[in-house]
C-alpha cells in the first residue's frame, strides 16, 4: 500500500513570507498528525485530527499557525507569515482506527523548511 | 508528566558487534513504550512496543528491548549490528490513557553509525 506523502519536500522562503504543506495519509486512516522536528530533536506533536475534526490542537502556535483537513483525508499546514525559528521538517503521519490505539503511527519523509 | 531521556546522542559501533541505545522514561502511571526509527531521507518507522505485557519485546530486524520497572530504563539492544542499522533512534513514552487520544512524546533521538 501507499505510504504517507508530504509534499514539497524541501522549500525555502524569505521571513514574513507565507508556506503550506501538504499531507495525503494512508487510504483508510481516519486519524493524522502534524508533528514538528527541529534540528537534533524529538518530533513533537502540533495537531491531531480524528477525521475532519481536530481533536488536540494544543500545542499548534494559532497566531501564525493553521490546519485544515477537509472530507476528513488530506490535510494542509499553514505558516503565514513565517519566522526564522519556524525552520525544521514538518512531519505528517496517520493511524488508523484499530492500531491508533497501540502508538503505532506511519510517518511521511516530512517537509523541510529554511526561513532565510 | 510524561517524559523520556536518551542518555547517548550518538553511539558509533563496528559491524557484527552488540549495540545498546539507553533510553530512561518518567511517568506516574504504568506507561506504554515505544521505539521508532527514521533512516536517513525516510519516514519514521516503528521498531516496537510495549505495552505491560511481556517486559522483554522483540521488535523488526532483531531488535529487542527490555522494560524494567525498578531503573525506569527502556534501553534498546540487538546482537550484532549491520551496516542497514545506521539511523536515528527515537524512544518514545505514551501520554496518559493513550488509548484516549494521549500523545506520543520523543526523546531527542540517538544517532547510530556502525563502521565497516
Known amino acids: 500500500e501507499a505510504g504517507v506523502v508530504q509534499s514539497p519536500r524541501y522549500k525555502i522562503i524569505e521571513k514574513k513570507q507565507p508556506v503550506a504543506f501538504w499531507c495525503n495519509p494512508i487510504s483508510g486512516h481516519n486519524t493524522l498528525y502534524w508533528y514538528l522536528q527541529n534540528l537534533g530533536q524529538g518530533p513533537e506533536l502540533l495537531i491531531r485530527y480524528e477525521n475532519e475534526e481536530a481533536v488536540d490542537d494544543s500545542q499548534l502556535p494559532k497566531d501564525r499557525f493553521s490546519a485544515e483537513r477537509l472530507k476528513g483525508v488530506d490535510s494542509t499546514l499553514k505558516i503565514q507569515p513565517a519566522e526564522l525559528g519556524d525552520s525544521a521538517v514538518y512531519l505528517c503521519a496517520s493511524s488508523s482506527a484499530a492500531r491508533v490505539n497501540t502508538g503505532e503511527l506511519f510517518f511521511g519523509e516530512g517537509s523541510r523548511l529554511t526561513v532565510l | 508528566a510524561q517524559s523520556v531521556t536518551q542518555l547517548d546522542s550518538h553511539v558509533s559501533v563496528s559491524e557484527g558487534t552488540p549495540v545498546l541505545l539507553r533510553c530512561n522514561y518518567s511517568?506516574?502511571?504504568?506507561?506504554?513504550l515505544f521505539w521508532y526509527v527514521q533512516h536517513p531521507n525516510k519516514g519514521l518507522q516503528l521498531l516496537l512496543k510495549y505495552t505491560s505485557a511481556a517486559t522483554l519485546v522483540k521488535g523488526i530486524n532483531g531488535f529487542e528491548a527490555e522494560f524494567k520497572k525498578s531503573e525506569t530504563s527502556f534501553h534498546l539492544t540487538k546482537p550484532s549490528a549491520h551496516m542497514s542499522d545506521a539511523a536515528e533512534y527515537f524512544c518514545?513514552?505514551?501520554?496518559?490513557?493513550?488509548?484516549?487520544?494521549?500523545?506520543?512524546?520523543f526523546g531527542q533521538g540517538t544517532e547510530l553509525s556502525v563502521k565497516p
Open positions: 511517568s506516574s502511571y504504568s506507561p506504554s
Open positions: 518514545v513514552v505514551s501520554d496518559l490513557f493513550y488509548n484516549q487520544g494521549g500523545k506520543l512524546i
